[in-house]
Structure formats: C-alpha cells, structure tokens
C-alpha cells in the first residue's frame, strides 16, 4: 500500500513540475518580446544559479523517476 502512495505522488510531482515547466516557458516566450534589464553582478549571479538549479531538479527528477520504474518489478513482485 505504501509503495502504491509512493508511486502516485511521484506521478503528481511530475505532472506538478510538467505544468510549471510549461508555466516557465510560457512566461519565457511572452518575455522575448520585452526590453531586457540591466542586471547587477548579483543579479547575474542569482539568474545563473537558478539556471543551474533548475537544470538539476530536472536531471534528479528524471533519473529517480526511471530508477523507481526500473525497480517496479522487484518491489511488486
């Protein structure tokens, strides 16, 4: 029964980061059209991390996702 909530919150995190992906690029794409602003050295430098920050979230997400199917057999069976 545990595996099973398990399971489906995984499924609803990733629906969950899906829609805020799409919400990011959307905010994106309405954005190109905007003068860019002048950013200070910290302004680079939050920008950059959260560029990286999220980069990672999404590699996490995806490798733990495949890992846990790959283990789906083992832990059912």
């Known amino acids: 029964m545990l595996e099973t909530i398990v399971l489906v919150a995984e499924v609803l995190v990733f629906i969950w980061f899906s ?14 059209n905007m003068p860019k602003p002048v950013l200070s050295g910290a302004g680079r430098v939050l920008v950059s991390n959260a560029r990286v920050a999220f980069g990672v979230g999404l590699v996490a997400l995806t490798v733990l996702t495949i890992w846990e199917i790959a283990r789906l057999p083992e832990v059912m069976g």
Do not use: A, H, W
Request: no cysteine.
């Open 19 to 32: 829609v805020f992906s799409i919400m990011l690029l959307s905010m994106y794409l309405d954005s190109r």
